[in-house]
């Protein structure tokens, strides 16, 4: 497997590790884990919205990374995208959790011009 196949499996795994975080305080309740989550407050509540991001950029990134490899993208440019997107995306994590609103969007803004460029390499 290529790099940037890793990068996708990372990112896929990586918004469980902000639902972690935003389970970690108080008696869960397996039974209504949803209710559960929207009552939480402060950094636990930002844990939460940062996974449900976490969700919601992923199926374009792992399509970006899975057509670029099919047009025939460079496997290094492929791959250092990628990793970008990785650490951008824990990067924007931590801003979350931070409660680093603008930065957190700047930040948001560079993993959507990751995936861009991903479509924009193929040949």
Request: hydrophobic share 50%; charged share 20%.
């Given at each position: 497997m290529t790099i940037g196949y890793w990068c996708v499996l990372v990112a896929a795994l990586l918004p469980y590790v902000f639902t972690l975080v935003a389970k970690s305080g108080g008696?869960?309740?397996?039974y209504?884990?949803?209710?559960?989550?929207?009552?939480?407050?402060?950094?636990?509540?930002?844990?939460?919205?940062?996974?449900?991001?976490?969700f919601e950029a992923f199926p374009p990134?792992?399509?970006?990374?899975?057509?670029?490899?099919?047009?025939?993208t460079a496997q290094g440019t492929i791959d250092m995208l990628a990793m970008s997107f990785i650490g951008i995306r824990v990067v924007y994590g931590a801003l979350y959790l931070a409660n680093v609103?603008?930065?957190?969007?700047v930040?948001?803004?560079?993993?959507?011009?990751v995936v861009v460029a991903l479509f924009a390499t193929a040949p």
């Open positions: 008696r869960y309740n397996n209504s884990p949803r209710e559960y989550l929207e009552k939480q407050e402060g950094f636990r509540k930002r844990a939460h919205w940062a996974q449900l991001n976490g990134f792992a399509a970006a990374v899975i057509i670029a490899h099919l047009a025939g609103a603008v930065l957190r969007s930040v948001w803004m560079a993993g959507v011009a």
